[in-house]
């Protein structure tokens, strides 16, 4: 046995050794990959909630995380995640939901896939991508060597490994590291959300209503949560809605005159001139200087016949002259007058 195994070519001992060293090689990686995964996964339900949130950006906020901000959205974000993390789904499934609604933007950190995933795993990928250079490196010098003693014909180097042999193994051994930095890759995008893990959620545009919806629902004393869930709503022109989430604002707080004059605005737009008339008044009662009231008002109010439209809407002008909308109404008044 000892005889046979000092007869196995050295080529043969590098490459069983070089495989040997990349197995090892892979080992370390995946368990440093789990056990990564393992001490960064949080206990208990609030502490994965904070966890992923701090990884999702406030859409409302400036640089901050939904995990520290206390914007409406920031909240409605929160209580999304814990949603997805009562039904079972994983971080990554939880960050793509967003990334398919928002855009990668939506997340404070790179995703480890794509430019991400390199950076990753280049450490990784240097020392045995170094040992297949080496490995042909040597094969080139023992070819040059094995040139020269054909050409000399000397065999004092007896211990020198047949040029064809040593290449054969330099290159399996390259081939061997490859395919199993491939592998490894192809494990770490598996792990890491490159592949879709379930379902995929549904189409993109529907995130801020969702994450809003949940927001109000979690704090439904919050006026500011339902404010911005009406604003929501109506950049949709779902007018019906807003309406009635700018009625649950006004209802919280009824001093909130912007809320009052957003209620009126959908009323308007929804053909309700008879219920935004009144709260416009309203609205003008807290604030005679409130331009876009006075424009609404004297424009529901000249569609009605009201002999008043014509003095609002000169209020308007006195307040708003450089209102985008004012010209037209200059035209207006003009024509009636």
Request: charged share 25%; glycine share 10%; net charge positive.
């Amino acid at each position: 046995m000892a005889g046979s195994l000092r007869r196995t070519p050295p080529g043969l001992r590098r490459f069983g050794l070089g495989l040997l060293a990349v197995a090892a090689l892979l080992l370390f990686a995946a368990g440093l990959y789990r056990a990564s995964r393992a001490a960064s996964a949080p206990s208990g339900e609030d502490a994965r909630v904070r966890a992923i949130a701090a990884t999702v950006r406030c859409p409302e906020c400036v640089g901050e995380s939904a995990a520290d901000s206390q914007a409406p959205m920031a909240r409605g974000i929160r209580e999304t995640i814990r949603e997805q993390v009562r039904a079972g789904r994983e971080p990554d499934e939880i960050q793509r939901w967003f990334v398919d609604r928002y855009g990668p933007g939506i997340l404070l950190e790179p995703p480890a896939r794509g430019l991400g995933l390199l950076l990753w795993w280049l450490p990784v990928a240097f020392v045995p991508s170094a040992l297949a250079g080496l490995a042909v490196v040597r094969w080139a010098r023992r070819r040059k060597a094995g040139s020269a003693v054909r050409r000399t014909g000397c065999t004092a180097e007896a211990e020198v490994v047949p040029p064809g042999r040593s290449g054969l193994s330099a290159l399996v051994l390259a081939a061997a590291v490859a395919v199993a930095l491939a592998v490894g890759l192809a494990a770490a995008g598996q792990g890491t959300g490159d592949q879709p893990a379930g379902p995929r959620a549904a189409p993109a545009g529907d995130g801020e209503l969702e994450v809003l919806t949940a927001a109000a629902r979690s704090t439904p004393d919050d006026g500011s949560t339902w404010f911005s869930l009406g604003r929501a709503l109506e950049h949709r022109g779902r007018l019906a809605e807003a309406a009635a989430a700018y009625e649950r604002t006004v209802r919280l707080d009824p001093e909130d005159t912007a809320a009052l004059f957003r209620l009126a605005f959908a009323y308007a737009r929804s053909g309700q001139a008879e219920r935004a008339r009144p709260l416009l008044q309203e609205v003008l009662t807290r604030d005679g200087q409130h331009a876009e009231a006075l424009l609404l008002l004297g424009m529901l109010q000249r569609e009605a016949g009201q002999p008043e439209a014509g003095e609002t809407l000169r209020r308007f002008l006195d307040v708003a002259a450089d209102h985008p909308a004012a010209p037209g109404v200059r035209r207006l008044l003009d024509g009636a007058g």
